[in-house]
Every structure is written in C-alpha cells, then in structure tokens.
C-alpha cells in the first residue's frame, strides 16, 4: 500500500513539471511533498512493526521469577568435582 503513495507522488512530480501553469505548479508539487512524507511515514511504520515482538511471547512475572531463583540456584551451588584424568 505505502508504494501507491510514492507513484502517486512521481506522477504529480512528472505532471509539476509537464505543467504549464504556475498555480497548478504549485499544487502538484505540494501534493507530491505530501505523498512522498505519507510514503516515508507509512514505510517507517511497516518497518517497526516488522520489528516489534510478539506480546504473547513475553514472559510473565511468575515465569521471570522462576527463572532467577533457577539462575540465583545455580550459582550458589558448590562447582562439580572433575573426575582425575588418566
């Protein structure tokens, strides 16, 4: 959808150009800016969304919880003993 807003606003680049009248002028190329920062806006939106997570993929406070007293476990456990080598 967002490409639609940038060959809207090459169209009304070409027609600014092609133009004969300097009020029309002025009105395409206003139009074109508008189109080519309603491309920019909605390319950067589509992009962070892409980037965003999942919000059922994030971890609840119980499961958090669970998984530092698992890590704070592990650390204060005594090193296993290694057998000697031969």
Known sequence: M????LLMAIGCMFMA?????????????????GLFV???????????????????MMIDPAELRRLRELAEARRNAPPPS????P
């Open 17 to 33: 150009v092609r133009t004969t009248s300097t009020g029309l002028m002025v009105v395409l190329l206003l139009a074109a800016l």
């Open 2 to 5: 967002h490409w639609l807003f």
């Open 38 to 56: 309603a491309w920019f806006m909605a390319r950067a939106s589509r992009r962070l969304g892409e980037m965003s997570r999942d919000p059922s």
């Open 82 to 85: 290694e057998p000697p080598t």
